[in-house]
């Protein structure tokens, strides 16, 4: 038990931190060259910028250029990799993440307020204050009792409720629903909105966003009980899920290592919550996909309740355009799964005539002919882990997990190593297709056995928090779009550390050679 003394040093250090708001970016490239154009008299030129005026300086969370070159074998090609890297605020890179195994806590913080988490004289550390902060917020969920359909009850129960009702519904739909319940339950909500003190509604975001997070993953829990046992009564799960929650914050889990259990439906090994770890805090912020722009539209628009705004970006990362293509890959392998190898290979090469799911990418130039395309280093920043547990026998596959795997590592080979060559284009090369971060995603996770339509809710988890950041940033200046020059100061310098760049050729060598999972 903490000392008085100390536990009021630690709340004063809590709302000190959630009071700090970082310095908004001053670059602004659109102005400077209006200025610019007016000075050399160029009224045409300064008119037409005019009108992208409304889009002020720049971004200054998420920055993701090309970093990184690596030569890797393609048959009887060599196929130069310009891979993208990211950094958050230019303080924080995936290769540090990598290398240095930062936690959740600090990768957050680092986003949110824009330097790293210290200790500060008082020998307060504010990785481990804003780490129970976050705890907090998720472990009170097992107490707490609202409204609902059928009167006041625990939370737990409610979540109950609505899983044996709807066993098949996603964790998505278990926070809209409860999300209109408790917008419905809390009168006079400040919602979003810039002229609110930046500790009321961090705070509020996140107590929001961890109690989300809880109804997700208990719901996915859930399910996985239902399916063990369909007769399993409300009440039975409930209670299952309220003692697994327990056993985990007595045994000092985290907030994110339960999860991890609640989404495998089971106690996750230490090898299992590092892989799903490694993999859920590189996606904290990914700066132009659509959710990310709802977030700052929301954040414009002052949400009128703070659950709205997690709800309306939670859709957008489940659409098609973006994180729907996990949901894709997943009905493409159970289509062609039944297939004999010919008849599948086949199927495969015409998908990619339209649209490989989890292959290339609609804003780089992951897909061409040349000797040179961009590959998101993501893919292998996820699966690299899972493989080196595989190979040391510290993950066990189902023949069935194997099968499928091995037709993801054909799709590698077919999509990228040989690539296809088009009908009266056979004096070209082949046009070869890159793996995006779904790819990483959808194969991890498979592996891991997260039932099907619950492998985007990982993202969800620690996109979230990228969310809030966009938020915090679009009340200071009014971007709307976070896809903008980043302002120069948080571009990652190229540098001679070959972390992200070792980890995408290893995953390449691998999947271009012998079958991994036989």
Known sequence: MLNKNTEAKQEAAVSKILSEVPTASTYSPVTESMDRATELGEGKIAAALKSFSSMPQSTNVFANPVLHQAAVNCKDAQITLNIRSFAIRGVVSESEIIANKLSPATVIFTGLFGRKPEKDADGIDE???????????????????????????????????????????????????????????IPNQQGVKGTREPESLLLEFIDTHMENVALGTVSVYMRHQLRESSALHPQVLAMRANDLISEHQKSGKTAFQTCYSLLLGREASSIESNILERMGVIQTHHGSAGSNVVARYLATLYAGAVSDFFVASQMALDGDRHFGAIHDMTAFINEIEPLDTEARETAIRERMRTALPTFGHPMIAAAGRSDEIQQDPRPAIYFNPFIDAVEKGEIQLSERQKKRLAIMQRLYQIAFVEGIVRAGREDEPPLRLTPNTDFGGWAVQEGLNIYETDRTFLTYIFRGFGWIMDAREQLQMKIIRPVIPPDPEIIPKPSDDMTIANEVVALHDRMAGTEIFD
């Not at 609202?146 to 926070?175: C, H, M, W, Y």
């Open 127 to 185: 990785e481990n204050v804003f780490s129970e902060l976050l705890n907090e917020k998720f472990y009170k969920f097992t107490e707490i009792s609202r409204e609902g359909l059928t009167g006041k009850q625990p939370l737990t129960n409610q979540v109950a409720e609505f899983v044996k009702s709807f066993p098949d519904a996603g964790p998505e739909a278990a926070i809209q629903h409860f999300s209109t319940l408790r917008k419905l339950s």
